[in-house]
């Protein structure tokens, strides 16, 4: 079982940058595929984006261009860079994994799941 915890989370005003970051232990982390996702209030969890085995990347398209995820894997962390944020952009933050090479989009496709954190984007 994969532990993950995120941190980074805050509150900002629009245009601002965040960095998240998930911290991961208890498996072999470059044999992780590791999402990003997020929840607002009354709304389902939505994938933001996600990095797989080879450092292959994907997004949401409301993200692409703003959001940039990557790896460090001698640190066993995931990174959300998130620039030029959006009032729309405010929800809580999880980080998930999944023991598998490819990315996916749905929150079914990963096993483990981090608390979260909350980003709140002031207008």
């Not at 997020?38 to 984006?49: D, L, S, T």
């Not at 749905?106 to 909350?118: A, E, V």
């Amino acid at each position: 079982q994969v532990q993950l915890v995120e941190s980074g989370g805050g509150l900002v005003q629009a245009g601002g940058s965040l960095r998240l970051s998930c911290a991961a232990s208890g498996l072999t982390f470059r044999w992780l595929s590791m999402g990003w996702f997020r929840q607002a209030p009354g709304k389902e969890r939505e994938f933001v984006g996600g990095i797989g085995w080879s450092g292959t990347t994907d997004y949401a398209d409301s993200v692409v261009g703003r959001f940039t995820v990557s790896r460090d894997n001698a640190k066993n962390t995931v990174y959300l860079q998130m620039n030029t944020l959006k009032p729309e952009d405010t929800a809580v933050y999880y980080c998930a994994a999944r023991t598998v090479p490819n990315i996916v989009e749905t929150p079914n496709g990963f096993s483990s799941w981090g608390q979260g954190t909350q980003v709140t984007v002031s207008a």
